[in-house]
Each structure stands twice: as C-alpha cells, then as structure tokens.
C-alpha cells in the first residue's frame, strides 16, 4: 500500500441521563418535560434525504414519532432493500468486508501505534458521535458513526472519514465516481463536521493501490468541474429542509404510540401514511417513554 496513513479510533461513553442537561436551556425552577429539540435521528437518514434530489435507485422508508415536543425518525428498510440483501451473492458478501478490512489496515487503538491487521474483523463494533445543529428554523441531534481520528491535527477531535472504491480507469468511470459517490461522502462528512476522507483505491482482488485524500470543502466544485450537470449542496440542504417542514406540518399528535410512515420512490413525491399503533414501526423503547427523569425538576 503506497502513501501510507495510520489513524486511530478514539473511545469515549456517553448516556442520555448523563447529558439530557446539555439539551434542556430553561432555568432550574422549572420542570425537565422535553428535550427542546425538534429532530432526533441518525446522520445516516439526513444524508439519505439531503441527497434524495438526485437519487435515481433507491427508495427510502422513514417511521417518524412525535413525542414531548421531538420529532424522532427512524430509517426502515424497504422491500427492495430486503430483497437485494437475502439475494445478496457470496461475491457481494466479500467485497462488502473489504472496507471493513481496510479501515483495520489503517488505523490503531492508540496514536502512532501500529495497526493490528491480525484479528477479525468485527463489524459490529463502532465509535458513535453526537451532533447538535440547525437548519433553517429547525434544531436537530443525531448520532453519527466516525471512523477515527487524525492523531496529527491540531484539533482533538480531528475526524476522518475512511472509504474504499474500485481504482478509476476511464473518464466515464470518474464521472460516475463524482455523481453517485462524492455527493454522498459529502452530505455524510459535511453533517458531522469532518472535513477529509480518506480514499483507498482498489482493484478486484480487494487489493488497495493508492490513497487519496479529499478535503470535503473541496467536493462540491470536483463535481462541478466533472460534471455536466453537477450537484449542488443548497438542493440538497433546501429538499431536506422542506421535508422537516412536511413532517412538522403533517403530525400534530403526541403520542409515543403513533407512527407517521414517510415513503419516497425515485420519481416521485415523499407521500406519508398514518399508522397508528404499529408494532413494526414503534422503534421508541419503553425504558425512554417511561423514563424516571421526565417531569422532574431541573437541577444544575
């Protein structure tokens, strides 16, 4: 492997209970009855939606719970996604675990040690952050997996988003590259802060050839000087937008126990469906609706 980078995966723990002050802004006299935020979800489902008006494949399917004043969404899988992972060939299967393998190959569990390429791969295992933004009127906390952090930077909290692709042989191949890959290594870097990716380029053997480093500032323009009719980051951000303003429109019950469906298909509009009390879809867990610290007074 030429150009070679080590990284390391930084630990940390962290629990709602321990940090439910940092969303509540009201004063210590009153009660803790919501968490002041209007969405709550993963950064997985935001880049699915921000990247929606240029998706041509895949559909989405979104269970959206109003509750105490929070919006939480969850992203569900599909029945086209269903049947393309139980169809999914023993090739597949292989080539999904190389990017798994190569983020073992380039990062360490402490600073400037080397990697641990030895034991298995567990795919399991993961480093989520949280993030607090806004957009437009909207407040929003998500979860985010990241992949490491750069033990050079300056900053302590310096991620870097690790991905692999197929070594680029035509031009065809690179416009493809700039269309489908960068707008969504953008929209998933962009919304947690990182601001580079790393890039292993492979051949079909899952042998990687060559790093690349891509400042993600710098995406939006690639496309642009790539393609004919490029992407662009305010369509992204303006489509999510107008879909939390869809959402906050649409439901107006509080109830832990009632679910909006929200279903989009290439081509057409994101159309929602009240369930109701559906067992499939109530993704909110007792432990969280009957939580001890709800109604209780703030302390500092």
């Known amino acids: 492997m030429q150009n070679r980078h080590v990284f390391y995966l930084k630990q940390a723990s962290s629990n709602v209970s321990a940090n439910s002050q940092k969303l509540d802004t009201r004063n210590s006299a009153s009660c803790f009855n919501s968490l002041n935020t209007d969405f709550f979800c993963w950064r997985g489902l935001l880049t699915h939606l921000a990247c929606?008006?240029?998706?041509?494949?895949?559909?989405?399917?979104?269970?959206?719970?109003?509750?105490?004043?929070?919006?939480?969404?969850?992203?569900?899988?599909?029945?086209?996604?269903?049947?393309?992972?139980?169809?999914?060939?023993?090739?597949?299967?292989?080539?999904?675990?190389?990017?798994?393998?190569?983020?073992?190959?380039?990062?360490?569990?402490?600073?400037?040690?080397?990697?641990?390429?030895?034991?298995?791969?567990?795919?399991?295992?993961?480093?989520?952050?949280?993030?607090?933004?806004?957009?437009?009127?909207?407040?929003?906390?998500?979860?985010?997996?990241?992949?490491?952090?750069d033990p050079n930077s300056q900053h302590s909290n310096q991620y870097v988003e690790l991905k692999t692709s197929r070594i680029i042989q035509a031009q065809r191949q690179y416009?493809?590259?700039?269309?489908?890959?960068?707008?969504?290594?953008?929209?998933?870097?962009?919304?947690?802060?990182?601001?580079?990716v790393v890039c292993g380029f492979r051949d079909d053997d899952g042998i990687v050839h060559k790093l690349q480093d891509y400042p993600v500032m710098d995406m939006p323009a690639v496309a642009q000087s790539v393609l004919q009719?490029?992407?662009?980051?305010?369509?992204?951000?303006?489509?999510l937008d107008n879909f939390l303003n869809f959402v906050k429109s649409v439901i107006t019950e509080d109830d832990p126990r009632c679910v909006h469906l929200f279903r989009w298909q290439p081509g057409s509009k994101v159309v929602c469906e009240q369930l109701g009390e559906d067992p499939e879809f109530l993704f909110l867990p007792d432990w969280f609706i009957n939580w001890e610290a709800w109604d209780q007074p703030c302390t500092v």
């Not at 890959?181 to 870097?189: F, G, P, R, V, Y």
Request: aromatic share 16%; hydrophobic share 35%; charged share 25%.
């Open 229 to 239: 009719n490029p992407w662009k980051p305010a369509v992204c951000f303006n489509f």
């Open 175 to 196: 416009e493809n590259f700039c269309k489908f890959k960068l707008i969504k290594w953008w929209a998933q870097s962009f919304l947690i802060g990182i601001s580079r």
């Open 52 to 149: 929606l008006p240029y998706e041509n494949r895949d559909d989405l399917l979104v269970a959206v719970i109003k509750f105490r004043g929070s919006y939480f969404m969850c992203e569900f899988e599909t029945e086209a996604k269903k049947i393309e992972r139980e169809t999914e060939t023993p090739r597949q299967k292989e080539m999904s675990a190389w990017g798994f393998k190569f983020e073992q190959y380039v990062t360490s569990d402490k600073p400037h040690d080397f990697p641990n390429i030895n034991q298995p791969v567990n795919t399991n295992e993961e480093f989520g952050s949280v993030a607090r933004s806004r957009l437009g009127v909207h407040s929003l906390v998500y979860g985010a997996e990241v992949d490491c952090v």
